[in-house]
């Protein structure tokens, strides 16, 4: 079981992704002694494409353009606004708008123009100008220029989502249209300002003048999304049923260099299903084509249908050398019983992967144990002196575990259900902590209180995962219960952090950046969507200033590494899984390069429609 989105190739929430790889990176050029100019940006190394590359290295710049790309969507959608905290908002609603730098799947910190053609900054970076190109524009033909970039950043920092608008707010000092195509942000004195001239380059890009005639409120759900400048615009919508995007015919930017063998379809159709189960049985159907399988007994027994017997469809592993996403249990600290740590260890040590690998995964699991999962990242055993020179001057509010012991890993289990030797460690802690088992075998602590446990659950397909749990919770006599909600609900809950318990993802980056402090900064504890946990710790504080004050690789990955040890010492997650493949099945009309990049699939960024195999599956009675 991985639910783990493929949103990530077509920019799925810019905003989020740009805010979590936040970083600057660069090929550069000098203008004159005190100013880097560049047509891209990367934080240390230099930038693996010239100024006058031809195309991506991992795209094919001769794919095809046509067909139509097919994916699934779960539950429904109200909106097809996605940076408004009203409503749900539909898949891909982000694909309307561009951003002035673009990033890149083959390199972990990159990014390079898009709407801007080159950039300008001094050395320390305390501020850029973007000079865009006169030739964007936006789907209705009017020009994108410097003003709706200001207007774009203001509107995002008054109205936008408060996780956004608050890092902006302490960030940018201001932002100034110097010409139609020039367009100055000036940083806040007293920052690391090392990734925010690509920060304010991943921005969403709006038009001022739709907004201004329109009158639209950017703070309200609609289903009649902005003007984008992007290669898609919407076709139709039918809420709770499906979207179709297709591409708009005078896409400005349609021989960019950044662009040649991308957005190779003419249609993008999401199908929304209630649940997890009718939506594979819609694929088996044909009701869509492409679909990234995230149920390891779906993959396991599920692919015996006859288009797979015919060939019809093709059962694929591409490599995956991504950063695991940190899918977990989450505590809500922000809950009194979750306060102790001792509570949150004894619930953990309830959680068997071994046994759910085994039982109900089919063995095609590996358990995450760092919020750097997969990388070199990740913090192995005791302290190195690189990272011992960020974690001793904070020794006095650190946890003796951080420099005493190996980097938290979680538990092991035996492959039965419930592991004995767990459930007394979990009860001695919990006993410990105050909780004593009554009577009625319910644990309360000395002022009557019982220790509850809800965990909330919009996934059917997630039940099997959660119920085995919650029974071993309660054999460790904790109120535990598994609560069944709809996806409209769980959104509600969250961003009003009423919860117990949810499954989330802690996504980290290659180069850490200002992202860090959205999932794990004392600041956003209290608004932050991405910071469910509530997190707060005025050591991560510092690590998290400490990395983004990095002015090398080496030291950056020291300081990340120790950000990574204290995070798993003190417990708010209960980690789950991850692969190192992708498991995809698709109809076999849809193609992609013969070597994928190591940081995305790209299938709805770099893959094309086969037209001849699509006719030949169609002569043969697959559709």
Same mark, same amino acid.
Request: hydrophobic residues 35%.
């Given at each position: ?26 090929? +550069? ?73 673009? /990033? ?54 008054? $109205? ?27 940083? $806040? ?18 038009? $001022? ?30 809420? /709770? ?53 995230? #149920? ?17 469809? +093709? ?65 192995? /055993? ?141 600041? #956003? ?55 190192? $493949? ?42």
């Amino acid at each position: 079981m991985y639910f783990n989105s493929p949103l990530s190739t077509i920019r799925y929430c810019i905003l989020c992704a740009a805010l979590l790889s936040i970083s600057g990176n660069l090929l +550069v050029t000098r203008s004159f002694a005190e100013t880097v100019t560049s047509h891209g940006i990367s934080t240390f190394g230099e930038l693996k494409y010239e100024a006058d590359f031809q195309h991506l290295e991992y795209v094919n710049p001769n794919a095809p353009k046509g067909g139509e790309m097919s994916i699934w969507g779960f539950g429904s959608f109200d909106s097809m606004h996605p940076y408004s905290t009203k409503g749900r908002a539909g898949r891909l609603s982000s694909i309307f708008f561009e951003t002035l730098l673009e /990033g890149t799947a083959d390199e972990p910190d990159s990014a390079y123009g898009l709407l801007a053609s080159s950039m300008e900054y001094p050395e320390d970076r305390s501020e850029v100008i973007f000079n865009l190109r006169p030739e964007a524009r936006f789907s209705d033909g009017s020009p994108l220029t410097a003003d709706d970039v200001v207007f774009s950043y203001e509107i995002l920092r008054d $109205k936008g989502l408060p996780s956004f608008r608050a890092l902006i707010e302490s960030e940018v000092a201001s932002a100034t249209a110097l010409s139609a195509t020039r367009v100055k942000f000036v940083f $806040k004195e007293g920052i690391p300002t090392r990734d925010l001239p690509k920060m304010v380059g991943s921005l969403p890009i709006f038009s $001022k003048k739709y907004y201004l005639e329109t009158g639209a409120n950017f703070e309200d759900s609609t289903l009649t999304p902005a003007i984008g400048s992007g290669p898609y615009v919407l076709e139709t919508v039918d809420v /709770g049923q499906h979207i179709i995007y297709k591409q708009n015919p005078e896409y400005w930017g349609r021989n960019l260099a950044i662009n040649k063998g991308r957005h190779n379809f003419e249609r993008i159709r999401v199908e929304y299903f209630a649940d997890y189960n009718s939506a594979f049985e819609g694929f088996k159907a044909g009701a869509y084509y492409f679909r990234n399988e995230a #149920s390891s007994k779906i993959w396991a027994t599920g692919y015996d249908f006859p288009s797979i017997q015919k060939g019809w469809v +093709v059962k694929d592993t591409p490599p995956d050398g991504t950063l695991a996403n940190g899918q977990s249990f989450i505590f809500n600290l922000r809950r009194e019983q979750f306060r102790d740590i001792r509570v949150r260890k004894a619930l953990g040590l309830m959680s068997n992967f071994e046994w759910s690998n085994k039982t109900l995964f089919y063995g095609i699991y590996e358990r995450i144990s760092s919020f750097w999962e997969n990388s070199y990242l990740k913090a192995t /055993g005791l302290p190195s002196d690189g990272e011992l020179a960020f974690l001793n001057p904070l020794k006095n509010i650190l946890p003796d575990t951080v420099f005493k012991a190996e980097a938290e890993l979680a538990p092991t289990s035996s492959k039965r259900q419930l592991d004995r030797t767990n459930l007394r460690k979990a009860s001695a802690l919990l006993d410990d902590a105050g909780w004593i088992v009554g009577d009625d075998g319910i644990r309360r602590n000395k002022q009557g209180k019982t220790l509850t446990l809800e965990i909330l659950n919009d996934s059917q397909a997630f039940d099997r995962v959660i119920n085995p749990f919650v029974e071993n919770l309660q054999r460790l006599g904790v109120d535990a219960v598994h609560t069944r909600i709809d996806n409209a609900q769980m959104t509600e809950r969250e961003r009003n952090f009423d919860f117990d318990m949810v499954v989330g993802n802690f996504r980290t980056s290659l180069t850490s950046g200002s992202g860090l402090k959205q999932y794990f900064g004392s600041e #956003s504890a209290d608004y932050s969507i991405f910071n469910l946990s509530g997190y707060s710790s005025e050591a991560a504080d510092k690590l998290i200033e400490d990395i983004l004050a990095a002015k090398d690789r080496q030291t950056l990955n020291d300081a990340t590494r120790a950000l990574d040890r204290l995070l798993r010492a003190e417990v708010f997650w209960i980690p789950q899984w991850f692969k190192k $493949k992708h498991t995809v099945a698709y109809y076999d009309m849809y193609r992609y390069p013969d070597k994928l990049p190591p940081y995305d699939l790209g299938t709805l960024d770099f893959w094309w429609f086969d037209e001849a195999a699509f006719d030949k599956l169609k002569s043969e009675g697959a559709f």
